[in-house]
């Protein structure tokens, strides 16, 4: 918000708004704290996974920080190369990718407390990422000839392979990607498409390449409609969308060496085509985008962050407004299926049908859906509820619709 321009009094605002389901941190884990703590691998080792162990986590990177520096320790917690490094750098991507997307809040503003809290977050969520990515990495070493394509060549590659597209079903459980995509769908069918996207670390290819990821990750969002239906957004994609938003920024670190960032990137999209499988490949209506009219056709950038900032949701409409503004300076690649100009729709879409969401006449979630969400989640029910509202989850599913108007 603030980089957005937002007012103290939206900020105070949307932290008012947003205190009430939020809990006070949890003691921490006995274990954690015997044999040294977390400095004894064996301790470290095995609280990975364990949400009461995240006050212990984050108190032992906070001290980690501080003895070594932010910088030392992402270095050496996520990109060392070793067991653990690479661990924990699967877990970064877990969560709709929650912990990466706090890691470069703080990495771009600065914030080693908030490194710290990306780290223990990760550190504390299961690691379904690993299962495809090392195996990938291996892949590519294994098989140094294979031609790299770009983000959306995978995306297509994915849809057309029918087991993958195919692999989501609408009776899994909530966290389909995890409970169900991948319990049917192997590495071993993943990894052929996702090592077709490869970064050099080389500063020119790294460029062209970060490119194709913001520019893909956004068009992904934008362009995944329903025939027949109103313009929503997906849940689960927009927060591809919304990570790419600290990638400029992570991108300028001095301190990350090419090799790095080049993983990074990799990993990057590679997690995002993932999550679009597990979406179940929905097709991408490039004319939905370019043929859009806005709500509002006269407002420009300033007054839909402005909207934004004044949106009471999560803090959804605000990083998708700011990723969306960060490809302004960024260079279309040739052959994209729709136009530079076209993303600035993407940002009138993504704020007019969150907005028309929750007007009378708009989004409709059964009420006895959202008593059954209310029950299951409890403190933190309506904030789920909300998002039922304004989103779609798994747009690729016909069900994943019932609840936006007919056009």
């Known amino acids: ?33 015997s044999k040294h703590g977390l ?74 407390s908030l490194v710290a809290e990306a780290l223990a977050g990760a550190c504390v ?3 379904w990422p690993k299962s495809f990515l090392l195996p990938t990495e291996d892949y590519v070493r294994a098989n ?29 459980p909530f966290n389909k990607i ?15 498409y996702l090592s077709q996207f490869q970064v050099k670390p080389e500063a020119e290819d790294l460029k062209l390449k970060l490119s194709d990821m913001m520019h893909t990750s956004a068009y ?9 239906k109103r313009e929503a957004m997906d849940f689960v994609t927009l927060h591809a969308a919304t990570l790419a938003a600290f990638f400029p920024a992570l991108m300028a ?12 990137l990799e990993a990057t999209v590679r997690v995002d085509a993932v999550m679009y499988a597990g979406t179940a490949c929905p097709p991408l209506y490039a004319d939905r985008v370019i043929n859009y009219i806005p709500q509002h056709p006269t407002h420009e950038w300033s007054e839909l962050f402005h909207r934004a900032n004044v949106y009471r949701d999560e803090g959804h409409a605000v990083k998708l407004l700011r990723a969306l503004y960060a490809l302004e300076p960024l260079e279309l690649g040739p052959d994209f299926p729709i136009a530079k100009s076209d993303f600035f729709n993407i ?44 989103w779609v989850f798994y747009g690729g599913l016909p069900n994943a619709w019932r609840h936006v108007p007919a056009i």
């Open 1 to 33: 918000m603030w980089a957005l321009g937002a007012t103290p009094s939206e900020i105070q605002d949307m932290w008012d708004y947003n205190t009430p389901y939020q809990d006070d941190m949890n003691p921490g884990y006995p274990e954690a704290s």
């Open 39 to 112: 400095y004894n691998p064996e301790v470290f080792q095995m609280c990975l996974g364990i949400d009461d162990c995240y006050p212990d986590f984050l108190k032992f990177f906070e001290e980690e920080i501080s003895s070594k520096g932010m910088q030392e320790v992402v270095k050496e917690y996520l990109f060392k190369g070793d067991e653990r490094a690479n661990d924990i750098l699967g877990r970064m991507f877990a969560d709709l990718v929650h912990p990466i997307i706090h890691l470069g809040c703080g990495i771009e503003f600065k914030q080693p």
């Open 125 to 127: 969520h299961e690691n």
């Open 144 to 172: 140094p000839g294979i031609p790299s394509k770009s983000m959306l060549q995978v995306l297509d590659s994915l849809q057309a392979d029918s087991d993958i597209s195919k692999g989501t079903r609408e009776d899994d």
């Open 178 to 192: 995890p409970d169900g995509f991948l319990k049917r769908v192997t590495p071993a069918q993943l990894v052929p």
């Open 220 to 228: 992904m969002l934008g362009a995944a409609q329903r025939p027949g």
């Open 253 to 264: 670190q001095d301190w990350l060496s090419n090799e790095d960032k080049a993983r990074l």
């Open 347 to 390: 940002a009138h879409m993504g704020i007019d049908s969150i907005e028309r969401a929750m007007e009378e006449g708009g989004n409709h979630v059964p009420k006895e859906v959202a008593a059954g969400v209310l029950q299951r989640v409890g403190r933190g029910g309506e904030m789920v509820v909300g998002n039922m509202t304004r």
